[in-house]
């Protein structure tokens, strides 16, 4: 299954994931296979203005790579 970037936003979806890239170091990591995930603050996320950090995406035989300027290899 091809990803699926949200227009204006650091989310994507994959497969029953919600990826969010939080900063060049944080990713969020979601799981649901009924696609029911949760936007209400959380104890991790009081504040939810961390800019916009530059990612680049590639799916390969099933496997999805995210490289930020912190993990790039």
């Not at 990591?29 to 990612?55: H, I, K």
Request: charged share 30%; glycine share 4%; net charge negative.
């Amino acid at each position: 299954m091809k990803f699926i970037r949200i227009p204006h936003t650091n989310e994507l979806r994959w497969e029953d994931y919600r990826l969010t890239v939080i900063t060049d170091r944080i990713l969020r990591v979601e799981f649901d296979r009924e696609d029911l995930f949760t936007d209400a603050p959380t104890q991790f996320a009081l504040e939810r203005g961390f800019g916009a950090p530059s990612f680049t995406l590639e799916e390969n035989d099933g496997e999805l790579t995210i490289r930020t300027a912190a993990a790039s290899s």
